[in-house]
């Protein structure tokens, strides 16, 4: 199970911090990101993070503002949002892959086998 916390609505330039909760499994053998869905739109990644925490991938649109990190000893991961613009309006989803590599990040939501319900973040002009 997969719980999202941390989501909000704030002004453009504003940070937001949302966390991620797993419960139910073997946090460490599951590679995790975040996803995110604007009004109208499909379902997207913005970041993942392999098993160890080793390797990330960020979505272009979020270079440079946003960062992914896990704590496997606390079956967590948090994605720090800063710089935020009107854009990263979305409703956003946890997701946890099975995966046998340590090192692999999965960029593909058909590649994750679990989902949070979603948070919702909304960010004023």
């Known amino acids: 199970q997969l719980v999202e916390s941390g989501g909000g609505l704030v002004q453009a330039g504003g940070s937001l911090r949302l966390s991620c909760a797993a419960s139910?499994?073997?946090?460490?053998?599951?590679?995790m990101a975040w996803f995110r869905q604007p009004p109208g739109k499909e379902r997207n990644i913005v970041a993942a993070?392999?098993?160890?925490?080793?390797?990330?991938y960020y979505a272009d649109s979020v270079k440079g503002r946003f960062t992914l990190s896990r704590d496997n000893a606390k079956n967590s991961v948090n994605l720090q949002m800063n710089s935020l613009k009107p854009e990263d309006t979305a409703v956003y989803y946890c997701?946890?892959?099975?995966?046998?590599?340590?090192?692999?990040?999965?960029?593909?939501?058909?590649?994750?086998?679990?989902w949070g319900q979603g948070t919702q973040v909304t960010v004023s002009s």
């Open positions: 997701a946890a892959a099975v995966s046998g590599d340590r090192i692999y990040t999965p960029r593909l939501d058909f590649e994750y086998n679990y």
């Open positions: 139910g499994g073997t946090f460490s053998t599951y590679a």
């Open positions: 993070i392999s098993r160890s925490g080793t390797n990330t």
